[in-house]
């Protein structure tokens, strides 16, 4: 395994083979480029502050910014690709809704001559691979985030609980992966269960909802883990809603590090998040003009994240968004 240091970023991954070794599209080194930026959608903390990373990116590294949103549809996603494909874009930076349906758009980028980094979310590795398909995946490790989490949880409870698990968007590469990674720690405990595991396609409304219904039917859970912070906070409301306490009666853990996460850790109703950071901007541009330059570029640019909880929430009030 290779380790090196793009920006404030620690990189740890396989080097991917060269661009031409590979068959990938190149990338001219230009003072300026057409990028292409197609976004799942904008409807959470977490996904504007994303969008808001590359736009400020797009000022601070000269790009003329062709942005998407695909405003929850894996279909329009797509066509927004196909779309900056035919506008001729330098390169096309895609963070995809789920792992499967946006494999084709990304074929059909890389037969166009167009390079594609994907940021935040992967696509099924067993049927597209970095460093052949395309440039790089930007991002964490969701697996690891539900491993953090579940350890939290176990550490905390003293390994005893039924857990109620709200997962993110159903085919998402963080839902896939943020429940290998808690549920591989929970098997290993004989007192802990998982009572209950439904998507809230990682909204605040639906994951209220759906905890809403669950409670109903098991209403002596004592701990809820969320794929996000959004879920997290309408589980939170519809425990209130059912006269408990969150953080007293029910442990509430779950991913992201957004300010209202750090609010409700603060004021006793989470216990802790994991982040996942969606500050993506710099560590884009840079990797755009490594590849531009012909250096080599991991097939996964890792992004290490933090950990919250009641020790340090408040005084990592800054972090939030
Ligand atoms: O892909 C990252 C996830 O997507 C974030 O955890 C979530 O809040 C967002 O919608």
Redesign the pocket.
């Known amino acids: 395994m290779h380790i090196l240091k793009l920006g404030a970023l620690t990189l740890a991954a396989s080097f991917a083979m060269s661009a031409a070794a590979q068959g990938l599209p190149k990338l001219a080194d230009k003072p300026t480029y057409k990028v292409g930026f197609a976004q ?2 904008n ?5 504007i502050a994303e969008t808001k990373s590359m736009k400020d990116a797009a000022t601070a590294c000269h790009w003329n910014l062709v942005y998407t949103d695909a405003a929850s549809s894996a279909s329009k996603q797509v066509d927004d690709v196909q779309s900056m494909i035919a506008q001729k874009v330098d390169v096309i930076v895609l ?1 995809p809704r789920e792992e499967k349906p946006l494999i084709p758009a990304v074929m059909k980028a890389k037969r166009a001559g167009i390079p594609v980094i994907l940021i ?2 992967n696509v099924d590795q067993s049927v597209a691979a970095a460093g052949r398909d395309y440039v790089t995946f930007i ?2 490790d ?1 697996v690891d985030q539900g491993r953090r989490a579940g350890e939290w949880l176990v550490k905390t409870t003293g390994g005893k609980g039924t857990i109620i698990e709200l997962e ?2 159903t085919g ?3 839902a896939n992966d943020r429940k290998k990674g808690f549920d591989d720690v929970i098997k290993r405990q004989t007192g802990m269960k998982i009572v209950a595991s439904q998507s809230g396609d ?1 909204s605040r409304d639906k994951g209220r909802q759906v905890m809403q219904t669950l409670l109903q039917a098991h209403p002596d859970a004592t701990a809820v883990y969320a ?4 879920m997290a906070i309408g589980a939170i409301a519809a425990l209130e809603a059912a006269g408990k306490k969150p953080g007293k009666d029910v442990t509430v853990v779950s ?2 590090g ?1 300010r209202d996460a750090l609010n409700a850790i603060a004021a006793g109703k989470m216990g802790a998040t994991v982040q ?1 950071s ?1 500050f993506f901007g710099p560590v884009t541009c840079e990797t755009i003009k490594s590849y531009a330059k012909g250096e080599k570029i991991p097939a996964w640019v890792k992004v290490s994240d933090k950990f919250y909880d009641k020790s340090n929430a408040q005084a990592s009030m800054a972090d939030g968004y």
Not at 227 to 230: L, P, Q, V, W, Y
């Open positions: 799942t959608e409807n959470n903390p977490w996904r963070a935040d979310r991002g964490s969701f993110g968007t998402s590469s963080p990682f794929h996000n912070d959004e991913i992201d957004t996942s969606p």
